[in-house]
């Protein structure tokens, strides 16, 4: 007897980035595709250490279910951190850990809109963000974006259109910092104007921020969650880009009711997130490791940054154009509007080299000549060639299309 499935898992669609992962262990190949960081970031010996100290001496707790908000330890140690690397204040009992910061990102249009509901995010927007909502029903308005982040005198239009028509958003979704896929940094002026909106219109946001510790140059910019803190403003954060991916550790902050929804969501999903992990968490803050390893990191990836940067500028063809981010994982490149980089892409992985096409960014897929390149995962020679490649392979699509 064949299964019936719902409507809404019917619509989802795979991950491209999931998709291309499959080829990035090939022979030869160089994928700029997937989010992923550098292992040589990973404090491994630190690590090993942790890990042979918890299950010395907190194996009982450390091997056994947790509590569903995450350790009530890891949440003050979080609380901490947040105030000394944002400088806003957040009780423990306005956090909860998550499976990295996807879960939230997956729980929050389940909590806060019904199927059908409208949420406005960035165009381009995080991928996995573009996934939560599709698998909930939700419709996404994307706003453009520049250099400085998401036009806000736009969204501004936007919202009173909506307004006129009787149409109420259920939050906007924004990544302020080294933005995923673009790369961009939101200015502080629109961080401004964007609470203005929101109290106006009475809107809550979401701001995730998952790159926020890895800057390479320019002044920090104030979080939207410290710059007011009355609003309304839903904190996504994560340790996969400061620790490691692999141990599936992030949180949410939030108010309390908030929180205590998304902690019922999150006891129909998964009971708790792992707890060995949320120990490994707890012990990495507590010992100083993070703030030991990020300024390697941040090492690490300017010089990888600006390799790229400088290969762009040496292989890609004239009319190119591309983000040159402050900090953060990838570059977003724009070429010739005759390119269709999603129909591109089999012959970059015939060339050995993989990226991620922009349509799969827009919730309305509707641009197609961009693409998101990761800097961070390839070695500093691969990515002089797999850029050089990747330059062969447009300027022969620009003569075919031409020929045509």
Same mark, same amino acid.
Not at 71 to 92: N, V, W, Y
Not at 144 to 167: A, C, N, V, Y
Not at 211 to 223: A, C, H, L, M
């Given at each position: ?6 409507? %809404? ?43 042979? !100290? ?16 995450? *350790?009530?330890?890891? $949440?003050?140690? =979080? ?32 909590? %806060?809109?019904?199927?059908? !509901? ?11 963000? =573009? ?12 706003? &453009? ?8 005198? *736009? ?19 924004? =990544? ?18 964007? %609470? ?8 809550? =946001?979401?701001?995730?921020? &998952? ?36 141990? $599936? ?14 902690? #019922? ?8 997130? !792992? ?19 990020? &300024?390697?990191?941040?090492? *690490? ?47 970059? #992985? ?55």
């Amino acid at each position: 007897m064949p299964y019936t499935f719902s409507n %809404l898992i019917e619509g989802a669609r795979p991950s491209e980035i999931r998709e291309l992962l499959k080829y990035a262990s090939q022979p030869g190949m160089i994928s700029f595709g997937g989010g992923m960081p550098n292992p040589s970031s990973f404090a491994i010996e630190d690590i090993k250490q942790i890990v042979n !100290d918890v299950l010395t001496v907190s194996w009982k707790y450390a091997l056994q279910y947790g509590n569903t908000g995450g *350790l009530p330890e890891l $949440r003050e140690e =979080i609380s901490r951190m947040l105030m000394e690397t944002e400088g806003f204040a957040a009780d423990p009992q306005e956090i909860i850990v998550t499976s990295g910061s996807q879960q939230g990102l997956y729980a929050l249009p389940k909590i %806060l809109a019904n199927p059908g !509901d409208i949420i406005i995010s960035e165009a381009p927007t995080y991928i996995g963000a =573009i996934s939560s909502f599709n698998v909930n029903g939700i419709r996404t308005i994307g706003i &453009p974006m520049d250099e400085f982040g998401i036009k806000t005198d *736009l969204l501004e239009k936007t919202l009173e259109d909506l307004k006129r028509s009787g149409k109420k958003p259920r939050y906007i979704y924004v =990544i302020p910092n080294f933005h995923n896929p673009a790369g961009y940094t939101l200015s502080l002026e629109r961080r401004k104007h964007l %609470l203005e909106l929101s109290s106006k219109y009475g809107i809550p =946001i979401v701001e995730d921020n &998952p790159y926020g510790e890895i800057r390479f140059s320019g002044e920090k910019v104030p979080s939207l969650k410290k710059l007011d803190p009355t609003a309304e403003v839903t904190y996504l954060g994560t340790f996969s880009k400061v620790m490691t991916p692999g141990l $599936r550790i992030g949180y949410l902050v939030s108010s309390t009711e908030v929180v205590r929804k998304v902690n #019922l969501l999150k006891q129909a999903v998964a009971l708790a997130t !792992d707890t060995l992990s949320e120990y490994i968490a707890l012990e990495y803050l507590k010992r100083g490791i993070m703030k030991k390893q990020v &300024p390697k990191t941040i090492t *690490l990836y300017r010089k990888k940054r600006d390799i790229m940067l400088s290969s762009l500028e040496e292989c890609f063809p004239e009319g190119s154009t591309w983000s040159r981010p402050d900090g953060g994982m990838f570059i977003w490149a724009e070429v010739d509007k005759s390119i269709d980089t999603t129909a591109m892409i089999t012959k970059a #992985l015939e060339k050995k080299v993989a990226y991620v096409s922009g349509s799969s960014f827009f919730p309305d897929g509707s641009k197609r000549n961009n693409m998101r390149l990761n800097f961070t995962f390839s070695e500093d020679d691969q990515i002089k060639e797999g850029i050089m490649r990747l330059g062969e392979v447009i300027s022969s699509e620009m003569k075919l299309v031409k020929a045509a």
